[in-house]
């Protein structure tokens, strides 16, 4: 994905660090394959209660609403595990953390397969959210000394974001399926096998990596000094909140309020998946030329597929296309989201990062909270037609408070 940013000193040496390839770089194709596929099995995991959210609720006799804890906790947990790793592992190597973050994935999953009660569930997915925050704030500085000697940064990084868009178009919907025919909780059983597979192809094809500088605590909040980067976090946090407080629910949508039964909602969940990964393109050629204006365009696909689910969405047909929607909006919003940070603030994107992943955990765990509420309270229509404010809001700040945020003329490649 290509972006641009200015020539500035800092600058230059972003542009450098990830259109070359990494001078340390001690890895091969196993190696960076291998944390691609920690990473799917990683977002499988922490999404995958989207689709059996119903199933879940009804084996444990509770709510809709409050089954979605499966989904805010491990946002909350991953929102201090972030910042929190990033400073207290100095001197670990980060082979041997890595190792120790699936170990956590796999007996969380193990625990969620073998639950009796919501509070051994809840346990297990706490320790999910300590995974899921220490991998995603070192994962892509482990990208570059993982890959292969002569590959450039960005496109080690890109691989290990493939494992991310794999998991939304095929894990979560495999994974609903799964639970249609074996129980939900084969699903999470399922992960965990996959997760100790993987943690022996990290012990046999991961390169020992010592670590090669330290991010000090009056680090982190690097991003959020910078006044462009925090007129686009606002935005970001708007959007983000719209649509996990929404997504959350979505599969309850397509059961309770339009009827569709488990083999439709997973064929769903797979057209958004689909649709999510043309999404990612787009966004990667279109950020390029205007990242405000992209991020723009996502907001008003989103306020389009909000106001317009209550009425359309309990049709197939129209279920099919404005899911497909939602998938292609989502889809470019996180990579909308990360080119607006290199574009804008390209000198404190890696030391601000940490502090970044854990505010966006945050804004998943929030915004499912927010949704169980209304669900449980109201209902999904109510839910839908609520959030459609959350982006609109957005979209007003893309076109005051952040107005001439446009991109500088200096290409710069970033992940």
Known sequence: MNTQVKKTPNASATHSSLTNPSPKSEGN??????????????????????????????????????????????????????????????????????????????????????????????????????????????????????APPHLAIAKATAIVMAGVTLATILGVPLGTWLSEWLGWRSAFQSIALIGAVIIA?????????????????????????????????????????????????????????????????????????VSGFFGNLFAGYSSNINVRYTLAFVAISFIIVFFSFPHFAIHLSSAYVLTALWGFAFGAFPTTANIWMFVHAP???????????????????????????????????????TVVIFVGLALLALFTHSRGLNNPKHNCPVL
């Open 347 to 385: 000198e404190a994107v890696e030391k601000g990062m940490p502090l970044f992943i854990g505010i966006f955990q945050l804004m998943i765990a929030f915004g499912s909270v927010f949704g169980g509420y209304v669900v449980d309270h109201f209902n999904a229509n109510i839910l839908l037609y």
């Open 29 to 146: 194709w196993f190696a960076i394959l291998t944390v691609a596929i920690t990473a799917f099995a990683l977002v499988t995991s922490e999404f995958l209660p989207i689709g059996v959210l119903n199933s879940i609720a009804q084996d444990l006799d509770i709510s809709v609403g409050t089954a979605g804890l499966v989904i805010t906790l491990p946002g909350i947990m991953g929102a201090i595990a972030a910042p929190v790793l990033s400073v207290a592992v100095k001197q670990l190597d980060r082979r041997k953390l890595l190792i120790a973050l699936t170990a956590i994935m796999v007996i969380s999953n193990f625990i969620t397969g073998i639950a009796d009660s919501f509070a051994l569930v809840l346990f297990s997915r706490f320790l999910l959210g300590i995974a899921i925050g220490g991998f995603w704030a070192t994962a892509i500085a482990l990208s570059g000394r993982v």
């Open 201 to 273: 192809l990290e012990y046999k094809f991961l390169p020992r990596l010592a670590p090669t500088s330290a991010i000090r605590w009056k680090d982190l909040p690097a991003l959020i000094q910078n006044h462009k980067a925090r007129k686009g976090l606002v935005i970001i946090l708007l959007i983000g909140f719209a649509h996990f407080s929404s997504y959350s629910y979505l599969a309850p949508f397509f059961k309770n309020q339009a009827g569709f039964d488990g083999a439709t909602i997973g064929s769903l969940l797979l057209i958004y998946g």
